[in-house]
């Protein structure tokens, strides 16, 4: 049961909309969460997944706000983040209510190449940005805390995005260090997490009114630098899972008023059918819990109409950059190696660096960024450099098939067999069916994909009598949950 202290419903009495009842508020507050998942559109069509799992018996009812969005009906039985389908990135366990970020982020066609998402761990709307980019552009996703940097990092690799570069900063210093850099900005800000009540019902046991005010502080340091680090004309989408004014709407107003002739609201009334039930008279969606049965979410669009000075100066550039770009002879090596292996292409518009013995992708659009600051990672490891050849990283089939799958050396494996793949077993050919054991016997041994809905899932050594598994070490799972 939800422990909601005296103060805080005292103090969101006063802030509840007329139309709303407290009643029902807590009342809500107190209702279990719906589960929803968002579909990797970088891996698999929503129609098609929306057909593998629902002939599956999953029943799947469609966010408004989102067109990948699925709250997941009657299977309260599941583990969703063991299931196949989780464990190899096809969806992402995401909250409904925040979908809504990178939808009004990327609503009215906004086609924004170059984007920032200043406090992105543990990734749930940077992996969905990264899908709407549709692995284009560059996604350059912060994260102010080490030990959350590294599981921002793991989803991203599951989810296959290849465009992403990850940075572990103070978001106060992309407005220092990237002045006017960006085409679309979110600030998914830390907050209080008023919201968060019906997944914790301990979120709200311990609120006090000098803690909102504390991390509004930080936010307004952010919004700033947020707002600086835009580039003239861009979006910026200010969001957070709380729900006092002092957090939301203030935030947004002390905003407008430093820079009183470059910030714009635009209104989200029109974002989706029934936007206009959580609009506010500013155009801000602030959704309370019992609107759409979610969590309760602030989520404002605004627009930068106007250069704004710089604060500080531009830092001087970085210099020992450790990448360099690959020569001719490398590039051409590589991209036969990758095409005579696996039947993959490297996409030609994107960056072949090296480092070392390795070979990485950047995305074109980071190029500029080179020397600006520190990155933690840029991009997708192709492979390693070996004393004959290459070894490709396992990163780097999962995000090239996913943009040039071929089945040619890709072999389909059945639920059971992915999911002894997935538990780092080798797979006996003696397993698949006649014909397949027939292809498989005349297919030359070494490197191959193994695949499941058509999905790749790494890669295996064909050593004639058995598949043998080459699932980075991390990556091996104790538990896969089978649901088809
Ligand atoms: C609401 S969570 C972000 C959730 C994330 N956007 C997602 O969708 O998965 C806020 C994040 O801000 C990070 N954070 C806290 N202080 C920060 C700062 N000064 N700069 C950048 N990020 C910060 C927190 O560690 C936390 O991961």
């Not at 699925?70 to 039985?77: A, H, L, N, S, Y």
Request: glycine share 6%; with cysteine; hydrophobic share 40%.
């Amino acid at each position: 049961m939800a422990q909601l202290n005296t103060n805080f419903i005292n103090h969101i009495e006063k802030e509840l909309p007329a139309h709303l009842s407290l009643q029902e508020f807590i009342a809500y507050c107190d209702k279990p969460l719906r589960k929803s998942i968002r579909v990797n559109t970088l891996k698999i069509s929503t129609a098609q997944f929306v057909h593998i799992m629902t002939s599956a018996g999953w029943q799947l009812s469609p966010v408004p706000w989102c067109a990948d969005g699925f709250w997941i009906e009657g299977k309260d039985d599941i583990q969703l983040g063991n299931a196949i389908e989780h464990i190899q990135g096809l969806f992402y366990i995401q909250e409904a209510s925040s979908m809504l970020p990178p939808t009004a982020l990327f609503s009215n066609d906004n086609t924004a190449e170059i984007v920032l998402d200043v406090a992105s761990a543990p990734g749930s709307k940077a992996t969905q940005i990264a899908a709407l980019m549709n692995n284009s552009g560059l996604l350059v996703a912060n994260e102010y805390s080490a030990s959350r940097v590294k599981v921002l990092h793991a989803n991203v690799l599951r989810m296959g995005a290849s465009h992403t570069a990850l940075t572990h900063f103070d978001g106060r210093v992309y407005g220092e260090y990237l002045y006017e850099s960006f085409d679309a900005i979110l600030l998914d800000a830390p907050c209080g997490g008023e919201g968060t009540v019906r997944k914790d019902p301990l979120a709200l046991k311990h609120w006090d009114i000098d803690d909102v005010t504390a991390i509004g502080e930080t936010q307004k340091d952010l919004i700033e630098s947020a707002f600086l680090a835009l580039k003239p004309g861009g979006i910026l989408v200010y969001s957070t899972c709380t729900l006092s004014q002092l957090e939301n709407q203030h935030i947004c107003y002390h905003l407008q008023q430093t820079y009183p002739d470059a910030v714009e609201f635009e209104s989200l009334a029109e974002l989706f059918d029934g936007a206009d039930k959580a609009c506010t008279e500013e155009g801000f969606l602030h959704v309370w819990p019992q609107i759409y049965d979610s969590e309760g979410f602030f989520v404002a669009k605004i627009r930068k109409k106007a250069s704004v000075e710089r604060v500080k100066k531009q830092p001087k550039l970085q210099k020992n950059f450790p990448f360099n770009p690959a020569n001719e002879k490398q590039k051409a090596e590589l991209t036969q190696y990758f095409y005579d292996s696996f039947c993959l292409e490297l996409p030609s518009d994107d960056v072949i660096m090296l480092r070392d013995d390795e070979y990485w992708l950047f995305p074109a659009q980071f190029m500029p960024f080179i020397g600006k600051m520190r990155f933690q990672r840029i991009g997708i490891k192709l492979a390693d450099a070996m004393k004959k050849g290459y070894k490709a990283k396992h990163e780097a089939v999962i995000a090239l098939s996913a943009a040039t799958h071929n089945p040619a050396k890709t072999m389909e494996l059945s639920a059971a067999q992915a999911q002894d793949f997935l538990m780092g077993r080798d797979i006996a050919t003696s397993t698949f069916d006649q014909p397949t054991q027939q292809q498989l016997a005349i297919m030359p041994q070494g490197e191959m994909l193994v695949s499941y809905h058509k999905v790749v899932l790494g890669v295996v050594k064909h050593l004639g009598h058995r598949l043998k598994n080459n699932l980075p070490r991390d990556l091996v799972r104790d538990n896969v949950n089978l649901y088809l």
